[in-house]
């Protein structure tokens, strides 16, 4: 198997490059994308394995690149494997709710989840184990 590429939208490039370093050193590629424009623009490009989205971001944020990917019938297909994990420090039921209704398969509330239980996670959600 490949090395599964992450697709990591989040606008702070400090918090950005922190989840880089400890996903490359699980074994993954990263992607970076700082702003939601950049995540459509990317997940359209590259053959990315799993999104990891920011809800809180310039140009479009977390929400609306869910609508996008909704709307888009051509990214809908290309993204119908690739789970779509929320990565915030939004947490109330109806911010969590929208996105499991619109696309999103998870919801990692930022503060509480360190890198390493996040690769946890995301093997899950890649079925790595
Ligand atoms: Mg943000």
Same mark, same amino acid.
């Given at each position: 198997?490949?090395? @599964?590429?992450?697709?990591?939208?989040?606008?702070?490039?400090?918090?950005?490059?922190?989840?880089?370093? &400890?996903?490359?050193? *699980? *074994?993954?590629?990263?992607?970076?994308?700082?702003? *939601?424009?950049?995540?459509?623009?990317?997940? @359209?490009?590259? &053959?990315?394995?799993?999104?990891?989205?920011?809800?809180?971001?310039? =140009?479009?944020?977390?929400?609306?690149?869910?609508?996008?990917? &909704?709307?888009?019938?051509?990214?809908?297909?290309?993204? @119908?494997?690739?789970?779509?994990?929320?990565?915030?420090?939004?947490?109330?039921?109806?911010?969590?709710?929208?996105?499991?209704?619109? *696309? &999103?398969?998870?919801?990692?509330? =930022?503060?509480?989840?360190?890198?390493?239980?996040?690769?946890?996670?995301?093997?899950?959600?890649? =079925?790595?184990?």
């Amino acid at each position: 198997m490949g090395q @599964k590429i992450i697709l990591l939208g989040e606008d702070d490039m400090e918090v950005s490059e922190m989840y880089k370093i &400890a996903f490359e050193k *699980g *074994g993954f590629r990263v992607i970076q994308a700082f702003n *939601g424009e950049e995540v459509i623009k990317k997940a @359209k490009e590259e &053959a990315i394995d799993i999104i990891l989205l920011d809800i809180n971001m310039p =140009k479009k944020d977390g929400f609306d690149v869910l609508k996008d990917i &909704a709307k888009d019938e051509t990214l809908y297909i290309t993204l @119908k494997n690739v789970p779509i994990l929320m990565l915030s420090n939004y947490s109330n039921p109806q911010d969590i709710e929208f996105c499991m209704k619109n *696309g &999103a398969q998870d919801f990692i509330i =930022k503060a509480e989840w360190d890198p390493d239980s996040i690769i946890k996670r995301i093997k899950r959600h890649l =079925k790595m184990e």
